[in-house]
């Protein structure tokens, strides 16, 4: 796994932003993988700012969902389509009809679950998948402990994520299972971006640079990946100002 320290979160959007335009360069029709969350905003604002000045060619991207709260409508707002929509996929010109989605409100989920493997295999693999870390080192809602063959599934979200999930549920309760590509598909990307950002993730990030690749911190995993990059801010780099938290 490749590691890039940046200063900051806008340098990190850039460096990330800067990948994602690599692989679209090289391939303008790239399944990409995408997360929700806190880190990557600064990334799809980067993305939506070069996509509207004419630089980013995304009229052919592709793009599969990373995860989902299970029983939650595409079209409920407090979906994570529904976030990725807003925030990424809208301004960026990737219409719905090039998003391979989770059917997580389906009679039967783990069925749907096996039909997102099977468009993702069907649409060729994914060419670049971007994740961001959870404080537990989970990948997309991959928990401690997943091993590299975790299969897409429906997965009990663990308290600390509910938690960190919690501000975007107003009040309700933050769903307590979802779907998440499993870490065979993650694992199974051509590339791998992963982000770190800001002094919260410090001791995971400390963890994941210094422990061996386990299931029982399911990042580690992408060091046995052959393209896997880490890039982490400074408040998120152990011994750069990073490890309090
Ligand atoms: P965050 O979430 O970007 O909001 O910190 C990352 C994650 O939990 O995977």
Not at 18 to 24: R, S
Not at 89 to 110: E, K, N, Q, W
Not at 170 to 190: F, H, N, Q, Y
């Amino acid at each position: 796994m490749r590691l890039l320290v940046v200063r900051d979160p806008d340098e990190l959007a850039t460096a990330a932003a800067d990948i994602v335009q690599e692989v679209l360069e090289r391939r303008p029709d790239a399944l990409i993988v995408l997360p929700t969350g806190n880190t990557p905003l600064g990334m799809y604002g980067e993305l939506v700012r070069r996509h509207a000045g004419g630089h980013l060619p995304t009229a052919r991207m592709r793009v599969a969902q990373l995860d989902e709260y299970l029983g939650v409508a595409a079209d409920d707002p407090q979906s994570l389509f529904g976030w990725m929509q807003r925030s990424a996929l809208g301004p960026m010109g990737v219409t719905s009809d090039r998003v391979i989605r989770f059917a997580a409100d389906a009679p039967d989920p783990t069925a749907a679950c096996r039909a997102y493997d099977a468009a993702v295999i069907e649409a060729g693999g994914v060419d670049l998948a971007v994740l961001g870390i959870g404080r537990n080192g989970h990948l997309g809602f991959n928990e401690p402990p997943s091993g590299p063959d975790a299969p897409t599934r429906v997965v009990e979200l663990s308290a600390e994520s509910r938690a960190a999930n919690a501000a975007y549920w107003s009040g309700d309760a933050v769903p307590e299972r979802a779907v998440t590509a499993g870490m065979s598909t993650i694992l199974g990307a051509r590339k791998a971006l992963l982000l770190a950002s800001g002094s919260a993730k410090a001791e995971v990030v400390r963890r994941l640079l210094d422990e061996d690749p386990s299931p029982d911190l399911p990042a580690s995993l992408l060091k046995h990946h052959p393209d896997a990059t880490l890039i982490v801010d400074q408040a998120a780099y152990p011994g750069e100002g990073g490890g309090e938290t």
